[in-house]
């Protein structure tokens, strides 16, 4: 008996028997493969153009990659950007170009491309551009952080959906009709499947396959399905795309005020397996960014529990960072503080080294106090309210106008500043040729 008549006896993951056999069949993606998809016109004109499909986990890349081959009668190939490097990819393109030179298109698949460096997308790049070869690539990582320019602008990014409910209960109504019989779970042990999936049509099958196997006597329920397989774990990787993105949403929702997204987002990290020192220098920026002197208790309020939570650790910490995170995204908001030093960094590499007015400087020597340093400076605790009104710019800066960085608003403590302020500059302006 040959090897390929074992091989089409031998027994196949459920996953495998129920790969697409046209793209017809690919479910969750009609945005792309639809008629007036991208994808969709594609085929329709038979005439490919190079794509990176970006998309999470098992929602069909490979396999449209490889249909899509079929769909316009064209040479598939197919590589692992983890497995293969340079000598590899040469190889598949110099056999791509002698099929090209006989007239004969191919379809270069690379799975997880991101994971390419710069020369190997490189030493992929003259092939692309020359119609050797037609990429397609597959990536869980947003192409404009993994991808080099030069491939980018070569190639169309299609983003392919996350398996929503429906998508993911069809596929358990396919896994029924191959199996021939009923998935034997409650219909709540069901629903609970799809959430275990979390989006990964692939990673639903393997569940379901799991639970036939079992063969139980009586449907699972929630409970006996939660004890029997194994869950899984969040879609996030720490140093990618979902860092940075959940990241960003925690940080955006903070400062929008929206205390319970904010804890969403941040509990989504945890349960990510981030560090909590991100989590608390996000939370530190935005005490001081976004709340700044509105409430400048929120700054010393997420240190305190960043160093509570250092001190005791988890699970107990979440006492420390949720306290945290409410403050930070309850309190009253105001970037004005941030604003203004931007403002003063600003006119500080503009301006020059200008030396500051004499009456500021010290004079510890004889010389200095002959030239008149520290001549004319007014101690503002011998004036009323410990103000003096004195100048303190350099000179140059005053001839447009005095600089005016801190604008407060009134929310806050920082209503009360703003009183200050005004009250103080009211008393410059009186005092500012006072002599005492």
């Known amino acids: 008996m040959n090897s390929s008549l074992l091989d089409a006896m031998?027994?196949?993951?459920?996953?495998e028997r129920l790969r697409p056999k046209r793209l017809s069949e690919v479910i969750g993606q009609d945005h792309l493969l639809g008629p007036e998809g991208a994808i969709g016109r594609m085929v329709a004109a038979k005439r490919l153009s190079s794509m990176i499909l970006w998309g999470p986990p098992g929602v069909g890349k490979t396999t449209i990659a490889r249909?899509?081959?079929?769909?316009?009668?064209?040479?598939?190939?197919?590589?692992?950007?983890?497995?293969v490097g340079i000598p590899e990819l040469r190889k598949v393109l110099a056999q791509a170009k002698e099929r090209h030179s006989a007239g004969a298109l191919t379809?270069?698949?690379?799975?997880?491309?991101?994971?390419?460096?710069?020369?190997?997308?490189?030493?992929?790049?003259?092939?692309?551009e020359d119609g050797t070869v037609t990429l397609v690539g597959a990536t869980t990582e947003n192409p404009s952080m993994s991808l080099v320019g030069a491939l980018l602008s070569r190639t169309t990014v299609l983003v392919l959906n996350r398996?929503?409910?429906?998508?993911?209960?069809?596929?358990?109504?396919?896994?029924?009709?191959?199996?021939?019989?009923?998935?034997?779970?409650?219909?709540?042990?069901?629903?609970?499947l799809r959430l275990m999936a979390d989006g990964d049509g692939r990673y639903l099958i393997n569940l379901v396959e799991q639970i036939y196997d079992l063969r139980p006597q009586t449907p699972l329920d929630v409970a006996a399905i939660g004890a029997t397989l194994q869950k899984r774990a969040p879609l996030y990787d720490k140093a990618q795309d979902a860092h940075y993105g959940l990241?960003?949403?925690?940080?955006?929702?903070?400062?929008?005020?929206?205390?319970?997204?904010?804890m969403y987002y941040a509990a989504r990290m945890?349960?990510?397996?981030?560090?909590?020192?991100?989590?608390?220098?996000?939370?530190a920026c935005c005490a001081s960014e976004d709340v700044g002197m509105a409430d400048p208790q929120a700054l010393p309020q997420v240190m305190a529990a960043w160093d509570a939570f250092e001190r005791i650790g988890w699970p107990e910490g979440r006492l420390f960072m949720g306290q945290a995170v409410a403050y930070v995204a309850t309190a009253p908001?105001?970037?004005?503080?941030?604003?203004?030093?931007?403002?003063?960094?600003?006119?500080?590499?503009?301006?020059?080294?200008?030396?500051?007015?004499?009456?500021?400087?010290?004079a510890p020597t004889k010389m200095m106090k002959e030239m008149g340093f520290k001549e004319g400076y007014r101690y503002d605790h011998d004036w009323p309210e410990a103000f003096s009104g004195q100048e303190f710019f350099p000179p140059e800066l005053l001839k447009a106008g005095r600089p005016e960085f801190y604008q407060p608003n009134e929310r806050g403590f920082e209503r009360e500043i703003k009183k200050r302020l005004t009250y103080w500059g009211r008393l410059r302006e009186k005092r500012g040729s006072d002599t005492r």
Not at 248 to 261: E, I, M, P, Q, T
Request: charged content about 25%.
């Open 333 to 362: 908001k105001s970037n004005a503080a941030y604003l203004a030093f931007n403002a003063a960094l600003e006119l500080a590499s503009s301006s020059g080294s200008l030396a500051p007015p004499k009456h500021l400087i010290n």
């Open 107 to 128: 379809l270069l698949f690379v799975d997880e491309i991101h994971r390419w460096n710069r020369a190997q997308q490189d030493a992929l790049l003259p092939y692309v």
């Open 270 to 283: 945890m349960a990510g397996g981030e560090d909590p020192g991100t989590i608390f220098r996000r939370l």
């Open 163 to 192: 398996f929503d409910d429906e998508a993911l209960e069809q596929l358990i109504r396919r896994s029924e009709s191959e199996v021939g019989r009923t998935l034997p779970v409650t219909d709540e042990a069901r629903a609970a």
């Open 247 to 262: 990241l960003s949403c925690f940080h955006k929702a903070l400062r929008g005020s929206d205390v319970d997204a904010a």
């Open 67 to 83: 249909l899509l081959a079929e769909a316009v009668r064209v040479h598939y190939e197919t590589l692992s950007a983890v497995m």
């Open 10 to 15: 031998a027994p196949k993951p459920l996953a």
